[in-house]
């Protein structure tokens, strides 16, 4: 079956909250954690837009955070490495060998795109990040 390609794609390093790791309060201050659990890096190809989104959008629960770009990971990969890419991943770097570049980018959200009906959902997630460099991990 016919599936759709990445353009340019480049290797992407991702990781991941571990959310069962990670406390929602601390038992002794009873606050939010501050600092969370992450899991192993998982290296992933994708394709990259960067360019800060100009136009604040509007939703149900009130206006979206600007993104810095959005990186498009085919949702075939994803599910065979077992990610769900979710708030709070971290992209840490993107390219490999003497082109890498070490990131802090942050998931801000992500979104359905390609719907072919011979693949019956979704071919692309659209993960849009933020620059928080230099980040805290």
């Known amino acids: 079956m016919l599936q759709p390609r990445l ?3 480049i290797s992407v390093t991702l990781v991941q ?4 790791a990670t406390p929602i309060l601390d038992v002794n201050l009873h606050e939010p954690v ?5 899991k192993v890096s998982t290296t992933l190809f994708a394709q990259i837009q960067m360019g800060k989104d100009q136009n604040p959008k509007a939703g149900l629960d009130g206006v979206a955070a600007l993104s810095d770009g959005y990186v498009l990971f085919r949702y075939k990969d994803l599910v065979a490495a077992s990610i769900t890419i979710e708030h709070g991943d971290l992209i840490t770097q993107i390219g490999t ?3 890498a ?5 942050y ?15 979704p071919s692309f997630i659209r993960a ?5 460099q230099p980040g805290q991990r």
């Open 97 to 99: 060998g003497s082109v």
């Open 34 to 38: 501050g600092q969370v659990a992450r």
């Open 128 to 132: 849009y990040f933020q620059d928080r």
């Open 101 to 105: 570049r070490t990131v802090d980018y």
């Open 7 to 9: 353009l340019h794609k």
């Open 107 to 121: 998931i801000l959200g992500t979104k359905p795109m390609g719907h072919y009906q011979h693949l019956g959902g």
């Open 17 to 20: 909250i571990d959310r069962t």
